[in-house]
């Protein structure tokens, strides 16, 4: 509709330019012609001063012997002024008359015509009438979902259950009201769609519009605030008249945070613009009028900022949760996803699901993505398993920077500080299998080794978060025990950050310290209420000894790591000599290395040719290499 308005107004616009410069040319050329009397023509005419003349109509355009252009009227004579001008020898042209009667009326009033319909159109985009016009601010923006392509059931949805349960029962409220108002039951006004980022909140959404078959209407939260005052909840009351007049019907608010945050925390006190759209919005969806037959869907993923008026009963009177999928909800999701994917034969959804823990569903959708194009990349008519695992290392630790120079002392660096994260992790109580190490640069990272848990974790220990600590130093320590602490670089920068991060979330957050006790230092600052006290309740010495606490614990990962890489010397020393030599190692041949076991790689593995055999098993046991306090250890050459 819209185009084609777009298209009027140019056609219309053109079509003025044209006949106003019609209009200009023909005034043009009246200007340069002098109009003279009839008589006066006459005269000309008999006197031989006349050398041509034009008859258009009752006008009469002639040129005089010098050649100046001249214009009469004559009177009604008939053909006595042609045989006339024959007479005496004048060239006499003729132009056809123009039309009388109606269409020379709608000619003349043409230009009119064209300047009162500009008018009007652009009266009627300036009264909104495109929604986009300068009056049409106050319009909503909601669209009517039809989905005639690409239409999503819940047959599409899977890996959230129970969240698919709820928003099923108001699919079935609509299609069968009878059902449940027989016993008294009200359908709900709305439903709020809580959960981290890709979970696929919107997608159920979609599905509740595909399965239900009533109106479906959609909008962000951000469509309703603009800078103009009023305009967002007059687009808050024009959406709930377009959905009254569609009911029953669905109105899906994503990212409803946007406009719901809670009042009286920021700036413009209670004439906020954002303030003034959401009150509208309670008092539409639950106010003096009953807004019966319209169901509210929305999507956050910050319930924690949302206003308390907006999570009540009546208002929103469910929220669902839709979580990152566990492993048999990640094993459907793989299968929603991969329906137009050829797979191979050695494709195992289980497996994949379990090696990808915490994945949301659009991680997954990601993952299935990336792995078709690695095999459409190298020619694959299937996915196989390999395409799997290469994608999921490029999702989990990016992608490879094989085209990155690395000097061997680099490599050797990184080598033996990756492979001292890996010793440390195969050594601390309740750490996370070591599933792969890499010396091979992904990402912004030089080297990477990826833990993962063999199961869904919903809670975890303080020894396991002690032991991440005593991973994340082991790299550090490594650094330090083979080159010594002149030659350490800044590549524990990130190590640094991550453990800092989770020493002071055990001190300030999960209670893990008796001198500070269980107090939340990390959130004070927030309110009960929700609003922000304006700065730190606790004094300087409980901030002092949260930094000892935090320093502290960071310490005795460095100790933990210091021992069990000291003690483990000769195993750390293998696996490193294994990531130079195959830059790559997985889980089991990090094992096999580390147990001194040869290593048997087929031709596709790492550039080994068949049956080759890893010479990391004839590594002799090390020694100190001087007693002179140098801490470096290399092995005794044979």
């Known amino acids: 509709m819209g185009n084609s308005r777009n298209i009027a107004f140019w056609v219309v616009l053109f079509l003025l330019v044209l006949l106003l410069f019609n209009l200009f040319s023909g005034g043009q050329s009246s200007l340069n012609t002098r109009t003279v009397s009839y008589s006066d023509f006459i005269e000309r005419v008999d006197s031989g001063d006349i050398s041509s003349v034009t008859l258009d109509g009752e006008r009469v355009l002639f040129r005089g012997a010098d050649g100046s252009e001249y214009s009469t009227v004559r009177p009604d004579e008939g053909g006595e002024l042609t045989d006339r001008l024959i007479a005496n020898d004048v060239t006499v042209n003729a132009k056809p008359q123009e039309q009388s009667g109606f269409t020379a009326v709608l000619l003349s009033f043409l230009p009119f015509i064209l300047l009162i319909g500009v008018w009007i159109y652009f009266m009627n985009r300036m009264q909104g009438g495109g929604k986009g016009g300068a009056m049409g601010f106050g319009k909503?923006?909601?669209?009517?979902?039809?989905?005639?392509?690409g239409r999503v059931t819940f047959d599409d949805v899977a890996g959230i259950d129970e969240a698919k349960d709820d928003l099923e029962e108001i699919v079935e409220f609509l299609r069968n009201p009878q059902k449940f108002s027989r016993l008294g039951g009200k359908i709900p006004k709305g439903?709020?769609?809580?959960?981290?980022?890709?979970?696929?909140?919107?997608?159920?959404?979609?599905?509740?519009?595909?399965?239900?078959?009533?109106?479906?209407?959609?909008?962000?939260?951000?469509?309703?605030?603009?800078?103009?005052?009023?305009?967002?909840?007059?687009?808050?009351?024009?959406?709930?008249?377009?959905?009254?007049?569609?009911?029953?019907?669905?109105?899906?608010?994503?990212?409803?945070?946007?406009?719901?945050?809670?009042?009286?925390?920021?700036?413009?006190?209670?004439?906020?613009?954002?303030?003034?759209?959401?009150?509208?919005?309670?008092?539409?969806?639950?106010?003096?009028?009953?807004?019966?037959?319209?169901?509210?869907?929305?999507?956050?993923?910050?319930?924690?900022?949302?206003?308390?008026?907006?999570?009540?009963?009546?208002?929103?009177?469910?929220?669902?949760q839709v979580p990152n999928p566990d492993i048999k909800g990640r094993e459907k999701i793989l299968g929603v996803h991969s329906r137009k994917v050829p797979l191979g034969p050695n494709v195992d959804l289980r497996i994949i699901a379990r090696g990808t823990p915490g994945f949301s569903g659009a991680d997954l959708a990601n993952l299935v993505n990336e792995a078709a194009l690695m095999a459409a990349r190298v020619g694959r008519r299937f996915v196989t398993m390999d395409d799997f695992e290469n994608a999921k290392d490029k999702v989990m630790m990016g992608a490879e920077r094989r085209s990155m120079v690395m000097t061997e002392d680099e490599k050797r660096l990184t080598a033996y500080h990756e492979a001292g994260h890996a010793i440390v992790g195969l050594n601390v109580p309740q750490h996370d299998p070591v599933h792969k190490a890499t010396i091979i640069p992904r990402g912004r990272a030089l080297g990477l080794v990826l833990s993962l848990p063999e199961r869904d974790q919903l809670s975890v220990s303080y020894t396991k978060y002690t032991s991440k600590i005593a991973m994340a130093m082991g790299g550090r320590v490594a650094e330090e025990l083979k080159f010594g602490k002149e030659n350490v670089t800044s590549g524990a920068a990130s190590d640094i950050q991550q453990v800092t991060k989770i020493a002071r979330a055990l001190v300030t957050q999960f209670g893990f310290s008796e001198e500070l006790g269980y107090v939340d230092y990390a959130n004070e600052q927030q309110s009960y209420l929700g609003g922000y006290s304006g700065g730190s309740n606790h004094s300087a010495a409980t901030q002092r000894m949260i930094d000892e606490k935090v320093k502290e614990l960071i310490d005795e990962g460095y100790e933990t790591a210091k021992r069990i890489l000291t003690e483990k010397r000769e195993e750390w020393e293998r696996l490193a000599q294994g990531l130079l030599e195959y830059e790559t190692l997985t889980g089991p041949e990090i094992m096999k290395v580390v147990n001194g076991e040869p290593l048997n790689r087929g031709e596709d593995d790492d550039g080994s040719g068949p049956g080759e055999t890893s010479s990391i098993a004839s590594i002799p046991k090390t020694r100190p290499k001087s007693k002179s306090g140098d801490s470096g250890m290399e092995p005794e050459p044979t």
């Open 140 to 149: 909503s923006k909601a669209k009517l979902l039809t989905e005639k392509h």
């Open 191 to 320: 439903a709020l769609l809580v959960g981290p980022p890709g979970t696929g909140k919107t997608l159920l959404a979609r599905a509740v519009a595909g399965e239900a078959g009533v109106p479906f209407f959609t909008i962000s939260g951000s469509d309703f605030v603009e800078m103009f005052v009023g305009v967002g909840a007059s687009r808050v009351r024009d959406m709930f008249e377009q959905a009254k007049k569609n009911a029953p019907c669905i109105v899906f608010i994503d990212e409803i945070d946007a406009v719901g945050r809670s009042r009286g925390v920021g700036y413009g006190g209670g004439n906020d613009e954002r303030e003034q759209t959401l009150n509208q919005l309670l008092v539409e969806m639950d106010g003096f009028e009953a807004n019966e037959g319209i169901i509210i869907v929305a999507a956050t993923n910050r319930p924690d900022v949302l206003d308390p008026a907006l999570l009540r009963p009546g208002r929103f009177d469910r929220q669902v």
